[in-house]
């Protein structure tokens, strides 16, 4: 019951989104599909993940739009400043909402522990959730992404995102339906 009331409001900061994203003929703010999405996959790679990881995806990016990426300075630095401040974002509004459905504060906790993604590669659940974000990134953000920057830059996301994840989430990227360019470019990238 609380999980359900925590997605539905989660759900209903995300539809706040301007940002629109046109998905198999049907407009959606842009949030609330990535947060669709999340979930989808989180299920597909994890079935038996816990409330506390299926939370944390559902709104991996809750409000994102709060804080635009040319707020911050648009070099390295800035990136990184801008990426530190949306993961506060992120685990504020969650915590705010699960405390309001009446979750105990281990849950949210854990929430936030893993929306500001704590021990990469040493935790379990905080590895999952990036896999699953960069899963997602590479299914359904990749092609767009890889239309608006150099080649050069491409492959070093592609090594960056790769670095990342852990084993199993190669083998789930590895059968992604990529386009043939982005295959090509992920070859590239990985050779």
Known sequence: MKYNQAIALMDAQNKKDPNQ????????????????????????FMPDAPESLKLAARCQHICRWEIPRDSYPMDRVGYLKWRNELKKLHASKASEILNSVGYEQEIIDEVQFLLLKKQLKKNELTQALEDVICLVFLEFYFDDFAEKHSEEKI?????????????????????????????????????
């Open 155 to 191: 492959v070093d996301i592609v090594q960056k995102t790769w670095a990342k994840m852990s084993e199993k989430g190669h083998q789930a990227a590895l059968q992604l339906p990529f386009s043939e360019t982005g295959l090509a470019l992920i070859q590239k990238a990985l050779a």
């Open 21 to 44: 994203e046109k998905y198999k003929e049907q407009v959606f703010p842009k949030e609330y599909l990535y947060g669709l999405r999340m979930s989808e996959k989180l299920a597909d």
